[in-house]
């Protein structure tokens, strides 16, 4: 059964920083893994959706990468801003078509 | 493009009262469409699967008679909470895939806060 893992559970830093989320996942067969960003009592907007032929994909201040053999994403976040705290969830997809599994996600708090 | 709306956005019910969330695909035709759940501090746990015109598939765990799950059209999906009790209070969210949608991506609407007193 595919299990998701985010580390760290919560993140604080100060605001400039270059920042690094961590997501592990049980199954190296998964079909595509995305990462959300969800505000308090909000739904989740999606950040990146990385295929799983593709090593990374990048979006402004984002870049996420997939290392499917080890299990590993990483979502590095540029020059961190007030704005960019909130609950950043990792979910992988197991075939097209399915569900998305969810990793419990990372709090991050940025301090102006 | 893509975008899932969810209606109510909150709702406030009494124990023993049945609540309908209404998940709908504004500007795509949604052949499948996930329910989920999440607890207050946990992450989005899987309910079950809505495809267009046939009975849903739930997961482990999830009672089919409690949560009715009906998707009777390519825009819409609707999930009943009957008889709720304050242990059904969560936040439910629903996504929503297209048929074109190659790389399995999901689109999220924005989530339904339920509370049940």
């Known amino acids: 059964k595919q299990e998701v893992t985010q580390i760290p559970a919560a993140l604080s830093v100060p605001e400039g920083e270059n920042l690094v989320l961590n997501c592990s996942f049980t199954d190296s067969a998964i079909y595509n893994l995305q990462w959300f960003r969800q505000d308090p009592g909000k739904g989740l907007t999606s950040l990146l959706l990385i295929q799983s032929s593709q090593r990374e994909q990048t979006s402004g201040r984002l870049n996420a990468s997939l290392d499917k053999s080890s299990g590993r994403s990483t979502l590095y976040i540029a020059a961190s801003q007030p704005g960019d705290s909130a609950t950043y969830l990792c979910?992988?997809?197991?075939?097209?078509?399915?569900?998305?599994?969810f990793g419990k996600g990372t709090t991050l708090s940025v301090s102006s | 493009g893509a975008v899932v709306s969810q209606h109510p956005s909150w709702v406030i019910c009494k124990s023993g009262t049945s609540v309908k969330i209404e998940c709908r695909s504004l500007d795509f035709q949604a052949t499948t469409m996930f329910w989920y759940r999440q607890f207050p501090k946990q992450s989005l746990m899987l309910m079950a699967t809505?495809?267009?015109?046939?009975?849903?598939?739930?997961e482990q765990g999830v009672e089919k008679d409690k949560f009715l799950i009906n998707h009777a059209s390519l825009t819409l999906s609707t999930l009943t909470v009957t008889s709720a009790h304050p242990e059904d209070s969560s936040f439910y969210i629903c996504s929503a895939q297209t048929r074109t949608s190659s790389y399995n991506e999901q689109f999220f609407g924005p989530g339904t806060r339920l509370t049940v007193l």
């Open positions: 809505s495809n267009e015109g046939s009975k849903a598939t739930y």
């Open positions: 979910a992988v997809g197991a075939q097209a078509g399915t569900a998305l599994i």
